[in-house]
């Protein structure tokens, strides 16, 4: 049975950075062709991609970023790691990952930037 | 700033087909821009349906089909059954990245 469950923090100060795991298991984590990606969607709001990582290692985010997203692959622990910097109020959201095309899903997590 | 478009809304009957949307700002969707099609039901994480065009998961009902139709991704849903009523987003993939529409709420009444 294929899982990917996100953790982290739930709530994140503003201006510090939110880091989440993706933990995989029950598919192959390191061979073909395919994406890992982070999403996420704020409360009552449409899906936005934050970034993609690719088997073949290279990484591609959304611009409007601005390039506070990182992802990283740990294939020794099956995790998919995304670093989000200098959040604001702007980042809460429910943040899931996934692999494409596979069409795997994590169940979401939600994190709320606030003091 | 490149903008994906989906209809904000579609109402189908039981049992009847309903075709939704995804359009480009760039001009038309080809299959170079490898649509992807997802289901989101409220409280749930979406669930991929269609993804390069037209290509199905093992979980697609085989209602669902995804096509190009007049310059955009479709979605068709032939034979609309009450358990279709969910939130439907498109994703397109560009040289910036993937960008999502804005998103498609079916009824099915």
């Known amino acids: 049975q294929v899982r990917l469950q996100e953790s982290g923090p739930g709530l994140v100060r503003p201006s510090q950075t939110l880091s989440l795991t993706c933990s995989v298991s029950?598919?192959?984590?390191?061979?073909?062709?395919?994406?890992w990606a982070w999403f996420r969607q704020p409360a009552g709001k449409g899906l936005e991609w934050i970034g993609r990582?690719?088997?073949?290692?290279?990484?591609k985010y959304n611009p409007s970023l601005s390039g506070r997203a990182t992802i990283s692959v740990d294939t020794f622990r099956r995790q998919i790691s995304l670093e989000l910097t200098s959040v604001t109020a702007a980042d809460t959201a429910v943040y899931y990952c996934?692999?494409?095309?596979?069409?795997?899903w994590g169940q979401g997590i939600s994190v709320t930037v606030s003091s | 700033q490149t903008v994906v478009t989906q209809e904000p809304s579609l109402t189908v009957s039981p049992g009847g087909t309903v075709t939704l949307t995804c359009g480009s700002s760039?001009?038309?969707?080809?299959?170079?821009?490898?649509p992807y099609w997802f289901q989101q039901k409220p409280g749930q994480a979406p669930r991929t349906l269609i993804y390069?065009?037209?290509d199905t998961l093992s979980w697609t009902p085989a209602r669902f089909s995804g096509s190009l139709l007049g310059g955009k991704a479709a979605l068709t849903l032939s034979g609309a059954q009450p358990e279709d009523e969910a939130e439907y987003y498109c994703?397109?993939?560009?040289?910036?990245?993937?960008?999502f529409g804005g998103g498609t709420k079916l009824a099915v009444l």
């Open positions: 996934a692999r494409h095309p596979s069409g795997y």
């Open positions: 029950g598919v192959s984590f390191n061979s073909g062709d395919y994406f």
């Open positions: 990582f690719f088997s073949t290692g290279s990484t």
């Open positions: 760039t001009g038309s969707v080809t299959t170079y821009n490898y």
């Open positions: 390069d065009t037209s």
């Open positions: 994703l397109l993939s560009y040289r910036d990245g993937w960008f």
